[in-house]
């Protein structure tokens, strides 16, 4: 496989001190260069007649490449590495979310409104006339991120502690990207029945309920049955956050190669959470050819160890991933690294478009397939066409909530999709530019507009 790039995610402020006399910074900068790191900015902290004190920042490709510059500057003649700090784990010290008082209390009558005796009044409106409880309080705005930790990003069960960064996360991205307040709750259980119990006893304080990283087949019990019981909108991002952008990336990947969906023949590879409403969701836009593969290859209608997720999508075809991408117009990955080879996607139909989303190493490295493909996109931020959930559930959820819908429906993620696709003009649409930009301050908007628009059409909006 082909090296990783450089990224922030693992990078470095290492702080150095060297003699002040020419082409000292240099060889550190050298130094650097030669191990493929990639040079940030570059401070200088203190200087005198001798000495130069500086700090400069350094993206690593991992873990070990980042430990391999640090000794490298630590064994060149005469420079002293003070400290190297991980400027990741730097970020989340302390947590990277708190909660903030709206109104100030500085005096007596502060208190006595926010607090007791006036806040006994808005109880009491709320008691008579439970609805206002949306106006009166942070549930029309408040979003719950509700995990157990049994599948953090591509890590595995790690549990609801080490859940919390991710959630802690997401939280940062519904406020950024939507202005929408979420907290995260993470759960230690990994029992359907408890979990259930537990978000149906929560829900009072939250206008909908994110649920993150739950593990397949689990998250759909949990979702559906959490849907039937409540009367706030239900999301399982990993699902349907991936599905709503996959879908956006793929209609505009279709227009460059002038394909139609109904015609193009689609293999996805994962047939967990993601893959399976990535599936569901191209059915609703008109895919009628798909094929889906797990660990043991196609999901042929006589195999007998299939889910009922997975049965949904048996075909009579059986054999392997690369028996499955042959001829195929689409190549969808949800799944693990490195699964795919150049020699796999050489098998499809012309122009074909790959999109390899494994985090954070692709099912296939775009530099292994460059000139083969029409199209390219990855889950990750460093090449062109991430297909990113921060697209999606933001704006997803502030239609939601703006409308007070019940619930969502697969016409809102459709629509949802739409609007993320035509924020990309035809005439700016090229390989390396298939979605928006997750800073685009367009994106929020127009999807929340887009769900709110299919959530009045179904009947679930109730303002």
Same mark, same amino acid.
């Given at each position: 496989m082909a090296n990783l790039t450089p990224n922030s995610s693992y990078s470095l402020t290492i702080r150095f001190e060297v003699p002040n006399r020419p082409g000292m910074l240099a060889s550190? *900068?050298?130094?650097?260069? #030669? &191990? $493929?790191g990639s040079i940030g900015q570059i401070d200088l902290v203190e200087q005198t007649r001798d000495l130069s004190l500086r700090n400069i920042i350094v993206d690593a490709a991992s873990? @070990?490449?980042? @430990? /391999?510059?640090?000794?490298?500057?630590?064994?060149?003649?005469?420079?002293?590495?003070?400290? /190297?700090?991980?400027?990741?784990?730097? &970020?989340?010290? $302390?947590?990277?979310?708190?909660?903030?008082?709206? *109104?100030?209390?500085?005096?007596q009558s502060d208190l006595a409104m926010a607090y007791t005796p006036g806040v006994g009044r808005v109880c009491m409106a709320i008691a008579q006339d439970p609805d206002r409880v949306y106006e009166l309080t942070v549930k029309g705005n408040m979003v719950a991120i509700v995990t157990d930790g049994s599948a953090v990003l591509g890590l595995g069960n790690l549990g609801p502690e080490a859940a919390m960064?991710?959630?802690e996360g997401k939280a940062m991205l519904f406020k950024e990207f939507g202005g929408i307040d979420a907290f995260p709750i993470c759960l230690a259980t990994q029992d359907t029945d408890a979990i259930v119990e537990a978000v149906k006893m929560l829900a009072p304080v939250f206008g909908g309920v994110n649920l993150e990283d739950i593990a397949a087949p689990r998250c759909f019990e949990i979702e559906t049955r959490l849907q039937q019981e409540l009367n706030i909108p239900i999301f399982h991002d990993d699902q349907h956050g991936t599905a709503i952008v996959s879908l956006a990336a793929l209609s505009n990947a279709l227009k460059l190669v002038k394909k139609s969906i109904s015609d193009v023949k689609i293999v996805i590879n994962g047939a967990g959470a993601a893959g399976v409403a990535i599936a569901r969701l191209l059915r609703k836009a008109g895919a009628t050819q798909i094929s889906m593969c797990d660990s043991k290859g196609i999901l042929s209608s006589d195999r007998a160890d299939l889910t009922e997720q997975k049965r949904e999508f048996a075909v009579e075809m059986?054999?392997?991933?690369?028996? /499955?991408?042959? $001829?195929?117009d689409v190549f969808l990955g949800v799944s693990a690294p490195g699964v795919v080879s150049p020699e796999m996607v050489k098998s499809m139909a012309?122009?074909?478009?790959?999109?390899? =989303?494994?985090?954070?190493?692709?099912?296939?490295?775009?530099?292994?397939?460059? @000139?083969? *493909?029409?199209? =390219?996109? #990855?889950?990750?931020s460093d090449y062109p066409n991430q297909i990113n959930n921060v697209l999606a559930f933001p704006g997803v959820f502030r239609g939601a909530l703006d409308c007070r819908a019940s619930n969502f429906t697969t016409n809102m993620y459709l629509q949802a999709a739409l609007a993320i696709a035509s924020? *990309?003009?035809e005439s700016d649409l090229s390989r390396e530019n298939i979605v928006p930009s997750v800073f685009d301050d367009r994106v929020a908007t127009v999807v929340s507009a887009a769900v709110q628009k299919a959530a009045r059409e179904d009947g679930v909006a109730r303002i």
């Open positions: 550190v *900068v050298q130094a650097i260069s #030669t &191990l $493929g873990s @070990d490449h980042a @430990d /391999a510059i640090v000794q490298a500057i630590k064994s060149l003649p005469d420079v002293k590495v003070l400290h /190297a700090d991980d400027r990741t784990f730097a &970020l989340h010290q $302390g947590g990277k979310i708190t909660v903030q008082s709206k *109104v100030p209390l500085s005096r960064p991710v959630m059986k054999g392997t991933l690369a028996d /499955a991408m042959k $001829g195929t012309k122009d074909p478009i790959v999109f390899a =989303m494994a985090n954070p190493v692709p099912e296939i490295q775009p530099e292994l397939v460059r @000139d083969d *493909v029409a199209v =390219m996109a #990855t889950g990750r924020l *990309v003009a």
